[in-house]
């Protein structure tokens, strides 16, 4: 098993997150709605960076840590939506409700989110950008969700 660091919990967490988007693609499936909801990413965000300071993060990069969240989400659930469309019908297996359900679960994990990028931001590996590739590198599952932590953890390493 890999080594319980900063990072590995942080990644944990992130998929777990990126876990949802089955299911969110699966209540937009039935309901025919799109998978880009902007009103509920700007919650999202705010929410992050309204909290972000109780766990001593900055603001803007608290958001745009969430803004990465989302778009590996999205991700996740267009790579789900084209797989069902191909074969033409989704998965016959137990619902979860959007706003009931899957987004007040996203919401509770925000919180585990935000305190494990504290913790990464404190113990950052180093050097960053090859410690994260190697990490998701390990991970590996499938190719997409690969692509997904990817893009989920653009902005997590300083830029070089
Ligand atoms: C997960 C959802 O789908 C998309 C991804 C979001 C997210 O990752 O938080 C938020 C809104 C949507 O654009 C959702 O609609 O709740």
Do not use: M
Request: hydrophobic letters at 40%.
């Amino acid at each position: 098993a890999p080594a319980d660091t900063p990072l590995s919990r942080l990644l944990d967490s992130v998929e777990q997150r990126l876990d949802v988007s089955e299911q969110v693609a699966l209540s937009k499936w039935d309901s025919r709605q799109p998978v880009q909801a902007p009103e509920r990413e700007r919650q999202v965000i705010n929410q992050a960076q309204s909290q972000a300071t109780r766990f001593g993060i900055d603001a803007q990069r608290a958001g745009l840590f969430f803004s990465d969240q989302i778009e590996a989400n999205k991700l996740l659930q267009y790579h789900a939506l084209s797989r069902w469309h191909a074969a033409g019908s989704a998965p016959q297996t137990q619902r979860i409700d959007l706003a009931k359900q899957l987004r007040p679960q996203l919401d509770r994990l925000q919180e585990v989110l935000l305190e494990e990028l504290a913790e990464f931001d404190r113990h950052r590996p180093e050097p960053c950008t090859s410690a994260l590739a190697q990490a998701i590198e390990k991970r590996k599952k499938s190719s997409e969700r690969s692509l997904a932590l990817i893009r989920a953890t653009a902005h997590l390493c300083p830029a070089i």
